[in-house]
């Protein structure tokens, strides 16, 4: 929601009235980040911080009181993000050097594919899709800078899709590649892990709304599973499975650029996404758009 602040510096009384009606000047600033007046006995600061087109705006006045202005000007200090207390850094002076936001909703749609396949592990991108969202993104936000840095929790699905000649199956509890039998109509094999993911992301400001974030990405890979689909002689066959023996700990590298809440992101996976003892050695790559980020 958009808001419209108005500062008035100060409010002069008695034989400053006249002064103060020619000097009074008003400042409209459309959804400001933060706002600071500071008052000592001779002047009064006033500090806004950033603006909803421009989040590295910064507004600096400071005005002279005299003695009769000074007793009658008010100190008000508003923040307009979401502060988590125990967390906030001050200088000597009081003033925060850095602040917290919590952000959640946000959404990831994109493709993946295995990239250092065995011969035969050949995934189809295009129907090979990768989900997730954002249960919470922490971000660590240091007043004037232009890099910040967050740290998040997600929820996240990778495919894996073949549909050419070979699928996916299970032989001894090893993940395998096989043949289809002869004249299957074939229609897909996938692979599939879930992932509780902890994005380790900076963050970097542009400018005119524009933002580029990379870093690692901790995956905890919690559930894996294999589904196979094809038809013979008119019967529809499906195999599955939910024991794949997926690498239970990998870590992705992550960049992002992104237009206001919306961007687009390439993950590399550098670790085998299964354990080698048991099924062919893959890493991934994925690419797709970040919504409500």
């Known amino acids: 929601m958009k808001k419209i602040l108005t500062v008035m510096a100060l409010l002069m009384m008695g034989s400053s009235a006249k002064t103060l009606a020619q000097d009074t000047e008003e400042v409209v600033i459309l959804n400001p980040k933060q706002v600071y007046i500071q008052k000592t006995d001779s002047s009064m600061t006033v500090e ?23 007793e009658n000007a008010v100190d008000v200090t508003e923040e307009f993000n979401f502060h988590l ?12 050097e850095y602040s917290n936001e919590i952000h959640s909703a946000a959404f990831r749609v994109g493709f993946n594919s295995a990239i250092g396949a065995p011969q ?12 997730g969202f954002s249960a919470a993104d922490w971000f660590f936000l240091k ?3 232009r890099v910040n840095f967050s740290v998040g929790l997600w929820f996240n699905w990778k495919n894996f899709r073949m549909t050419d000649d070979k699928r996916f199956v299970i032989d001894n ?24 993911s902890f994005p380790l ?27 196979t689909r094809y038809k013979l002689d008119g019967e529809k066959y499906l195999d599955k499975t939910n024991r794949i ?38 890493q991934g790559i994925s690419t797709g758009l970040l919504l409500f980020y």
């Open 48 to 70: 806004v911080q950033g603006k909803h087109d421009d989040p590295n705006y910064v507004y600096k006045k400071s005005m002279k009181l005299d003695k009769a202005a000074a």
């Open 85 to 96: 207390p125990f967390t906030s850094s001050s200088n000597s002076s009081g003033k925060k």
């Open 120 to 131: 035969g592990l050949s995934t189809n991108m295009a129907n090979s899709w990768e989900i």
């Open 143 to 145: 007043k004037n800078r």
């Open 173 to 196: 509890s090893d993940v395998v590649l096989s043949d289809y039998p002869a004249g299957a109509d074939i229609q897909f094999s996938r692979l599939k892990i879930f992932s509780l």
């Open 201 to 227: 992301q900076a963050h970097v400001n542009l400018s005119h709304g524009w933002h580029m974030g990379f870093g690692p990405i901790l995956n905890i890979n919690t559930h894996g599973s294999l589904k």
């Open 245 to 282: 023996h997926q690498q239970p700990f990998t870590v992705d590298l992550q960049a992002v650029l992104s237009y206001r809440h919306c961007g687009a992101y390439v993950k590399w996976s550098p670790c085998n996404q299964l354990r080698t003892t048991h099924g062919p050695k893959f």
